[in-house]
């Protein structure tokens, strides 16, 4: 990997990005305006737990889920154009690639999280007791996993429609049984050990731990589950990165 061309990767990236002003919207605002419309769908709860219930793990879903759509269809668009092809042509090597791509949309979550946690705790009221910078931080690197598993799974997508097709099976499972619905605890054997091993779940985890009460990665167990369960969002985003620069290919068929 070449730092120079990861950054001129990077650069490239974000480029696009300022042009495509309805897609850095989605980026950027849809994230929010949905932690919005959800509190507004809660205002009529007097007590407000509802919110404060579902709002943590909302930090964690929707960068997460806007993330993989927009990646795994923009790297696919690239594909189909010749885009990547010409760029793999040049001295640019799969990790150069994916990581640039990664590094720009670490960057666009990094805008996108402050946004949500700004207005979630600023304007709705969110009550968070840990520390903001390291639940923006996991907001951050859930965000990254969304774009690793959309680099990811692009690779096994011969149109935009069949990328759309892999939240279902990527997405969708993951937020069933993350701990939005049911507590983790509380669900059947099974659907629990599957929990376990989906990244999602520990994302949601830090994320209460972080407003529930936890200290936010200082001392204390609390803290040190955060920490943990950041650790394992960032190994899935890893992993995902590398097994996307393994499939990769040039050009869809």
């Known amino acids: 990997m070449s ?21 850095l919207a989605m980026l950027l605002v849809l994230p929010t305006a949905l932690i919005a419309l959800l509190w507004w769908v809660f205002s009529g709860d007097a007590s407000g737990s509802a919110f404060d219930r579902v709002g943590p793990a909302l930090l964690a879903i929707f960068p997460f889920t806007v993330m993989f759509l927009v990646t795994s269809v923009t790297t696919l668009r690239e594909r189909s154009s010749g885009t990547l092809e010409r760029l793999l042509s040049m001295p640019t090597g799969r990790l150069d690639l994916l990581g640039g791509y990664a590094l720009a949309f670490a960057l666009v979550a990094l805008a996108q999280s402050g946004l949500a946690v700004a207005v979630s705790v600023g304007l709705l009221g969110l009550e968070v007791d840990g520390s ?6 996991v907001a951050v690197v859930d965000g ?4 690793a598993l959309g680099l990811f799974v692009s690779a096994f997508a011969a149109t935009e429609f069949q990328a759309v097709q892999f939240m279902p099976l990527v997405v969708i499972p993951q937020l069933l049984v993350c701990g939005l619905f049911v507590p983790r605890e509380a669900l059947p054997t099974v659907l629990g050990a599957v929990s376990d091993v989906l990244p ?3 994302a949601v985890d830090a994320m209460g731990v ?3 009460g936890g200290p936010g990665g200082g001392s204390g167990d609390a803290g040190g589950s955060v920490w943990a369960d950041l650790a394992v969002v960032a190994g899935f985003a890893l992993a995902a990165l590398a097994l996307g620069a393994v499939t990769l290919r040039r050009r869809t068929p």
């Open 3 to 23: 730092p120079r061309i990861l950054l001129a990767v990077t650069a490239r990236v974000l480029t696009q990005l300022r042009r495509d002003h309805r897609t």
């Open 210 to 212: 972080l407003t529930a």
């Open 144 to 147: 990254v996993l969304g774009c």
């Open 200 to 202: 999602l779940s520990y």
């Open 132 to 137: 903001l910078a390291v639940l923006g931080l």
